[in-house]
């Protein structure tokens, strides 16, 4: 145990306050070592302040940062694992969670390019310290993220919020007709006959 007195001397009968200078020391160490912490799925949700939609965590371990991602009414989890024994742990607990449905996990066959649509994500959530060299390029998860959706990375110890824009190009189509105008015309330069279908959460 450290014990501090406030009645220590330099030598020349001046009386020193050690508590001061300590106290500032922690101030100055705290914001990094709380940067580096671990945050929790409902942290993270919070964080990224989407309540609703499609979210997708990377590396998914035990599963607990996974299940915090859920809210159990309107927000989709799916994680990827890195491992079979990632994998099982996940699943065992979102089972003893009942989140089943909600919230889901499958082993990961491939980092780059992930295994998903394109623009079909509303949050990806990943901690590229932990996926190492499996962590794809920023440029393959913005790939993924949906329009005014966010991507939340962790790299060096510390968390980034990235709010993605819409595409250049694209167009807002908010009504039946288009517009409150009713006129059923977009500038939208990406639009093209119908090939595929995309699931919007």
Do not use: C
Request: no cysteine; charged share 15%; proline share 6%.
């Amino acid at each position: 145990m450290l014990l501090i007195h406030d009645n220590d001397t330099n030598g020349l009968g001046i009386k020193i306050n050690w508590s001061v200078p300590i106290v500032l020391a922690v101030l100055f160490l705290l914001p990094g070592r709380l940067l580096s912490q671990q945050m929790s799925g409902e942290q993270i949700r919070s964080a990224v302040g989407v309540d609703a939609g499609l979210y997708i965590h990377l590396g998914s371990g035990d599963g607990s940062t996974t299940i915090g991602l859920s809210d159990g009414k309107r927000i989709l989890v799916h994680g990827l694992a890195k491992t079979n024994e990632d994998l099982e742990l996940s699943r065992i607990a979102i089972d003893k969670a009942g989140l089943d449905g909600m919230v889901s996990v499958e082993r990961a066959v491939s980092w780059n390019p992930l295994p998903y649509a394109q623009n079909i994500a509303n949050v990806i959530v990943a901690d590229l310290d932990a996926l190492g060299s499996l962590a794809p390029p920023e440029s393959e998860l913005l790939r993924v993220v949906a329009p005014f959706g966010v991507l939340y990375t962790k790299q060096n110890g510390s968390w980034k919020k990235v709010n993605v824009p819409l595409t250049p190009g694209m167009a807002e189509w908010t009504h039946y007709e288009a517009g409150p105008e009713g006129n059923p015309y977009t500038p939208d330069t990406h639009v093209d006959a119908s090939l595929s279908l995309q699931w919007i959460g």
